[in-house]
């Protein structure tokens, strides 16, 4: 899956997709209750009323450099609090060679913000010790979501996250801390969108006159475009999401500005009375 944006090219890499099971995370988006939602089908959702959703990566290819934007859950991890997304042996690595990115040709790794499904590939386990799987990369990580993670102790899971795939690239000299606005190329910038988390990020791309935006987790779904209430259970700041989502939709509404989500495939957003919808094509 490639998209072009002026000219840049981005590129989905999936590590793990399905359609259901996301009472875990959007309990409100029961399955009756998605069914009338038919703008999602068959796109976003099922006709049963099941939602789909991924856990992937974005290769962004700009001015001749290669950044992948969030990594996944990684294999081999543990203490993860979701049972199936410990001792991960998905061939990730394998796709994203297989479509022309070779993790040694990369130049920047980008995580929206530190959790688990986000920075799993940052690292990979070779003879018993965590080392970046990008060994030619700089990691940019958000200054305000560093430091609130480091020395976190009240998740374990975070702290697992945190030492498996975060500390080793501080420990191999890979990491670079950036402010939550930061221009990381002539086309490419980050924008702070705290809520989900407390120093998340989204990313912005400008190219030939055609904009981007890569959203992060400001939405897990895009049935939180017409639910802007509905905060995922992962949310920090659940209250603070919501009124991301209005501000930011608010902005982008009725615009040519392609939206990415971090689980889900892009569109356009509309407004549609207090709230908003997602469509593949613009809407006139
Ligand atoms: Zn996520």
């Given at each position: 899956?490639?998209?072009k944006?002026?000219?840049?090219?981005?590129?989905?890499?999936?590590?793990?997709?399905?359609a259901g099971?996301?009472k875990?995370?959007l309990?409100q988006?029961?399955p009756?209750v998605?069914?009338?939602?038919?703008?999602?089908?068959?796109?976003?959702?099922?006709?049963?009323g099941?939602?789909?959703m991924a856990?992937?990566?974005?290769?962004v290819?700009?001015?001749?450099?290669?950044i992948?934007?969030?990594?996944?859950?990684?294999?081999?991890k543990?203490?993860?609090?979701?049972p199936?997304?410990?001792k991960?042996?998905?061939p990730f690595?394998?796709?994203m060679t297989?479509?022309?990115?070779?993790?040694?040709?990369?130049?920047t790794?980008?995580?929206?913000?530190?959790?688990?499904?986000h920075?799993g590939?940052?690292?990979?386990?070779?003879?018993?010790e965590?080392?970046p799987?990008f060994?030619n990369a700089?990691?940019?990580?958000?200054?305000t979501?560093?430091?609130?993670?480091?020395?976190?102790?009240?998740?374990k899971?975070?702290?697992?996250?945190?030492?498996?795939?975060?500390k080793p690239?501080?420990?191999?000299?890979?990491?670079?801390?950036?402010?939550?606005?930061?221009q990381?190329?002539?086309?490419?910038?980050?924008?702070?969108t705290?809520?989900?988390?407390?120093?998340?990020?989204?990313i912005?791309?400008?190219?030939?006159?055609e904009?981007?935006?890569?959203?992060?987790?400001?939405a897990?779904?895009?049935?939180?475009?017409?639910?802007?209430?509905?905060?995922?259970?992962?949310?920090?700041?659940?209250?603070?999401?919501?009124t991301?989502?209005?501000?930011?939709?608010?902005?982008?509404?009725g615009?040519n500005?392609?939206?990415?989500?971090?689980?889900?495939d892009?569109?356009?957003?509309?407004r549609?009375?207090?709230?908003?919808?997602?469509?593949?094509t613009p809407?006139?």
């Open positions: 899956m490639k998209w944006v002026g000219a840049v090219t981005i590129t989905k890499i999936v590590e793990i997709e399905g099971g996301t875990f995370i309990p988006a029961a009756d998605v069914r009338e939602m038919d703008w999602l089908i068959p796109r976003y959702a099922t006709p049963e099941r939602l789909k856990i992937q990566s974005y290769v290819e700009a001015g001749g450099q290669r992948v934007v969030d990594t996944g859950l990684g294999n081999d543990q203490s993860r609090h979701i199936i997304w410990n991960l042996n998905t690595l394998y796709k297989e479509a022309g990115f070779a993790p040694d040709t990369i130049d790794v980008l995580c929206t913000h530190l959790h688990v499904d920075v590939w940052n690292t990979k386990l070779v003879g018993g965590w080392v799987t060994p700089k990691y940019l990580f958000g200054k979501e560093y430091d609130f993670w480091n020395g976190f102790e009240e998740s899971e975070q702290k697992a996250v945190f030492a498996d795939s975060v690239v501080v420990d191999a000299g890979q990491a670079e801390l950036i402010a939550s606005e930061t990381v190329t002539d086309e490419i910038s980050t924008f702070p705290p809520g989900h988390s407390p120093g998340h990020m989204s912005r791309i400008r190219s030939s006159g904009e981007a935006i890569l959203l992060g987790d400001v897990h779904h895009p049935v939180q475009f017409q639910h802007l209430d509905w905060s995922s259970t992962f949310d920090s700041d659940p209250k603070a999401s919501a991301m989502r209005e501000q930011l939709f608010g902005k982008l509404a615009t500005t392609k939206v990415f989500g971090g689980h889900f892009p569109g356009y957003v509309v549609e009375g207090n709230a908003f919808r997602l469509y593949e809407q006139k």
